[in-house]
């Protein structure tokens, strides 16, 4: 399974970005798959998550009505659109795929991980 994160770069606080997540090695539309993101010197945490189909998806409560997960089962590619960033959204954004139907918080359901891209926000 391979994984690839784009869409990084650098933004001033208010902008937007959307990143994409590219799949392959996997039936990729029976599967969950979430986005988490590590800042410096902190543990990487969940950021959002979508079920199989779309139907269903969770967020983090620092990035809720400010991010939207979404997903094209058809191009095998999971979306996160960022929009009113801020200067603490700075860190390595991470998709991943779990090996489920749900949308999960937990990090630690998922097996698969992408390589990061890199969402940096100046004040």
């Known amino acids: 399974v391979q994984l690839q994160a784009s869409g990084g770069g650098l933004v001033q606080a208010g902008g937007s970005l959307r990143l994409s997540c590219a799949a392959s090695g996997r039936t990729f539309s029976n599967y969950g798959m979430g986005w988490f993101r590590q800042a410096p010197g902190k543990e990487r945490e969940f950021v959002a998550a979508?079920?199989?189909?779309?139907?269903?998806?969770r967020y983090a409560d620092s990035v809720k009505g400010r991010f939207t997960i979404s997903r094209d089962n058809a191009k095998n590619t999971v979306y996160l659109q960022m929009n009113s960033l801020k200067p603490e959204d700075t860190a390595v954004y991470y998709c991943a795929t779990a090996p489920l139907e749900i949308a999960t918080m937990t990090r630690s359901l998922y097996d698969y991980w992408g390589q990061g891209t890199q969402v940096t926000v100046s004040s």
């Open positions: 979508i079920n199989w189909s779309g139907g269903r998806t």
